[in-house]
C-alpha cells in the first residue's frame, strides 16, 4: 500500500459545510457539477488535475508563502505562453497514473495499468525536459519559482522504471492478466518457447483437420473448440453416419445442425496444447508479478511524480485560464486587507457569450471595514456578495482572479450565508437554518475572518426580524471585529452608519424608466431609497389587479407607516372591492381616435403605412 498523508486543517482557511453550499465551489445546490466555481474555472487536462484543482478549492491555502509559491508558477507559465502550450499539448496524453497505481498497489490491477504507468512516466519525463529546455535558454521572462526544480525532479525520478516497464508490454493489451497475451515477444526466451509449443500444437491441429477430411472423404469437416466439449470434430448430421461407422471417431454430442466427435490422437493433442498454454500462461504472470514488485518498491517516488504532474496540469490550467479569461494576480498579506478593483463573478462570466460584458465592481473591506448593501431584489446583491468570497478562494487557492487588481490579506475562515431552504428531514424551518447558521457564524467569526451575510431576519415577523439583523451587524462590528458583506431590505439599518465607525453604507444602482426600473448591476456608495419590491413583482408577471392593490397599500403604509396595531384600521380605509378592477388606462384624443378608426389597412400602400405611422407615433409623443 502507499504511505498513508496526515492530513490537518493547520495552514487552511477554514470552510464549514453551509459555507461550501451556499458557495456552490464544486457542485451546485441541484448537485450539478456545471454552474459550480470548479467548473467556471476548471481547464486542466488530466484527471488527478482535476482532482488537484478541486482539493485546492475546497481547503484553499491560509499560509502566504505557500500561496505564492503556486502564484509564481502559475504566474511562470502565463509570462511563458508558448512553453505553457506545449506542456499542455503534452498533458493531454497523460493516462491517470494515480489511479493506476492505487489498482496496482492493491492487487486489483492489470496489464492495462503497467502501461498507464509507463506511458504516464515516459509522458512527464517529456515535460521535464520541455521545461527545463526554457530554463536553460536563458531567455525566461520571469524569475524561476522556487518548486519549480523541485517539481520537476519528482516528475524525472521514477524514469527507469517506465524503461523497464516499457519493453515488456505488448500493444494490445488485454485487461486481466489472466487473460494472458500481454508481455511482449522476445522480452523473455522461456516464454518465447512456452507460446512456441502452445502454437505449435495448433498447428498440429489444422493438420489432424486436413488429414481427417482426406480419409473420410468430408471436405466440410472441422475441428472446433467451445467451453464444454473443448476440441471436438464437428460434421453435418447429413455426413455423421460415416464417423459412426468408424471405430477412430468417439461420439460426443449431437444437435439439430450437426454431430459433434472426438478422437483419442485429437483429446491427447488437446492435453499437450492446454498444458503448453497453462505453462506459458503460468510464466507470464510470474512475470507480471516481477513487474508489479517494481511497481511497489517506486510506489512512493511514482506517487510523487504523479502528484508533481496534476500541480503541473493545475498551474498551466490557471496559466491559460488568466491569460484567456483577463485574470490578475492577486497580491496577498498577512494583514486584514480586502481591496478588489472590477470584480467580476467567475461562474456567471463564464457562462456569458461573447458578445455579453459582465459588469465588474470594487469592494475594500481593508482592516475590518462592514459594507452593508442595500438594493431590489434581481438587481445583484447576492451575486455581488458571492464573487468576493470566490476571489478570495480563488486567491488563497493559489489561483489568478476576476480582476482588474485584487489584494488579499489572509482569511482564516470564510463564512457565507446565502439562501435558504426548509430541513424537513430534522424538522427545521427556513428561519430556523437560518439562525443555526448565523449563530455558527457569531460564535467562530475572528478578526481576520470574512463573513458573507444576505437577508437575515427575513423568515420571520417584521420587527423581530429587524431587531435580529442589527443586534448580528453590531455584534459583527463590535465583538467579531471580521471583514463582511452584509446585504439586507431593512432600510433601517443604515442609520447604524453614523454610530458604528467601521460601517459603510452601498447600495446597487437602478434607474427608472417609463414607470419600470433597469437594474444596472452597479455598487455604488449611499443607501438605496426604496425596494422595488412591486416593480419586481411586475417583473415577475403578477396579475395587474394585483399589482395596483399592491401599490394602493404600499402608499397608504409609506403615508401613515402603519404597524400591526393599526393593521386593521389600515384595512377599514382602503376601498374592499377597488382592487379587483385592474386600472383603465387612459383615453385616446378624439382626433387620435378618429383617425384611427379611418385607417382601412387593405387601401394602404407602403409608402401611405410608413407615412401614417410616423403621424401616429408623433400624435403619440404629444400626448405623452
Request: glycine residues 6%; charged residues 20%.
Amino acid at each position: 500500500l502507499l504511505a498513508l498523508r496526515h492530513i490537518t486543517d493547520s495552514g487552511l482557511l477554514e470552510i464549514d459545510a453551509a459555507t461550501r453550499r451556499s458557495l456552490e465551489l464544486t457542485r451546485t445546490l441541484t448537485g450539478e457539477r456545471r454552474g459550480s466555481l470548479l467548473h467556471a474555472v476548471d481547464r486542466t487536462l488530466t484527471a488527478a488535475g482535476g482532482r488537484l484543482l478541486g482539493e485546492r478549492l475546497s481547503a484553499p491555502l491560509a499560509d502566504v508563502a505557500a500561496i505564492e509559491a503556486r502564484l509564481d508558477l502559475v504566474d511562470w507559465f502565463r509570462s511563458h505562453q508558448q512553453c505553457c502550450d506545449d506542456v499542455r499539448a503534452q498533458l493531454r496524453l497523460q493516462p491517470d497514473m494515480q489511479r493506476a497505481l492505487s489498482r496496482l498497489s492493491m492487487g486489483h490491477g492489470g496489464p492495462r495499468d503497467l502501461a498507464a504507468l509507463a506511458a504516464g512516466l515516459k509522458g512527464a519525463a517529456g515535460i521535464v525536459a520541455l521545461v527545463r529546455t526554457v530554463l536553460a535558454s536563458g531567455f525566461a521572462t520571469v524569475g524561476q519559482p522556487d518548486d519549480l526544480p523541485a517539481c520537476l525532479d519528482q516528475m524525472h525520478a521514477p524514469t527507469a522504471l517506465a524503461d523497464a516497464l516499457q519493453p515488456a508490454l505488448g500493444d494490445d493489451l488485454p485487461l486481466l492478466a489472466r487473460d494472458g497475451g500481454f508481455v511482449r515477444q522476445g522480452y523473455d526466451l522461456a516464454l518465447d518457447e512456452l507460446r512456441g509449443l502452445r502454437d505449435e500444437s495448433r498447428r498440429m491441429i489444422a493438420a489432424l483437420q486436413s488429414r481427417y477430411c482426406a480419409e473420410t472423404d468430408i471436405a466440410s469437416l472441422k475441428i472446433k473448440h467451445n467451453n464444454v466439449l473443448g476440441y471436438h470434430i464437428d460434421v453435418r448430421a447429413a455426413h455423421a453416419h460415416k464417423l459412426m461407422e468408424s471405430a477412430t471417431f468417439i461420439h460426443r454430442q449431437t444437435t439439430a445442425q450437426a454431430v459433434r466427435f472426438t478422437t483419442t490422437e485429437l483429446a491427447e493433442m488437446e492435453r499437450d496444447m492446454a498444458s503448453a498454454a497453462d505453462r506459458a500462461l503460468a510464466h507470464e504472470l510470474e512475470i507480471f508479478g516481477r513487474l508489479c514488485a517494481l511497481v511497489a518498491e517506486a510506489a512512493d517516488m511514482i506517487a510523487a511524480a504523479a502528484q508533481a504532474l496534476a500541480a503541473i496540469d493545475v498551474a498551466t490550467a490557471a496559466a491559460d485560464l488568466a491569460l484567456s479569461a483577463d485574470y490578475c494576480r492577486p497580491v496577498m498579506s498577512d494583514d486584514c486587507a480586502f481591496s478588489i478593483t472590477n470584480g467580476r463573478h467567475p461562474v456567471i462570466e463564464s457562462m456569458l457569450d461573447a458578445q455579453t460584458q459582465f459588469m465588474p465592481n470594487d469592494c475594500d473591506l481593508a482592516g475590518g471595514q462592514i459594507w452593508l448593501l442595500t438594493g431590489p431584489n434581481m438587481a445583484g446583491k447576492s451575486t455581488f456578495l458571492r464573487q468576493n468570497a470566490h476571489i478570495a478562494i480563488m486567491a488563497q487557492a493559489g489561483l489568478f482572479v476576476p480582476a482588474e487588481q485584487a489584494r488579499i490579506g489572509i482569511i482564516d475562515r470564510l463564512f457565507s450565508r446565502v439562501g435558504a431552504a426548509d430541513d424537513l428531514a430534522r424538522g427545521r424551518s427556513t428561519f430556523m437554518v437560518e439562525m443555526v447558521e448565523t449563530a455558527a457564524i457569531l460564535n467562530r467569526a475572528t478578526s481576520r475572518s470574512l463573513v458573507i451575510l444576505d437577508e437575515i431576519g427575513r423568515g420571520t415577523a417584521t420587527y423581530d426580524g429587524l431587531a435580529i439583523a442589527w443586534s448580528t451587524l453590531e455584534h459583527l462590528h463590535d465583538v467579531s471585529l471580521c471583514r463582511a458583506l452584509f446585504a439586507t431590505h431593512y432600510h433601517e439599518l443604515t442609520h447604524l452608519q453614523t454610530a458604528l465607525d467601521r460601517l459603510h453604507c452601498h447600495a446597487m444602482q437602478v434607474r427608472e424608466w417609463q414607470g419600470s426600473i433597469v437594474f444596472l448591476h452597479k455598487v455604488i456608495a449611499g443607501a438605496a431609497d426604496r425596494s422595488y419590491g412591486v416593480h419586481v413583482a411586475r417583473l415577475a408577471g403578477l396579475p395587474a389587479n394585483v399589482l395596483h392593490r399592491a401599490e394602493q397599500i404600499l402608499q397608504q403604509l409609506e403615508a401613515g407607516q402603519h404597524g400591526a396595531a393599526d393593521a386593521a384600521e389600515l384595512a377599514k380605509s382602503l376601498p374592499l372591492f377597488d382592487h379587483l378592477q385592474p386600472p383603465q388606462p387612459a383615453g385616446l384624443p378624439a382626433a387620435l381616435d378618429a383617425e384611427l378608426a379611418a385607417i382601412r389597412p387593405d387601401d394602404l400602400t407602403p409608402r401611405d403605412a410608413i407615412e401614417l405611422l410616423y403621424r401616429l407615433k408623433a400624435a403619440y409623443d404629444d400626448v405623452h
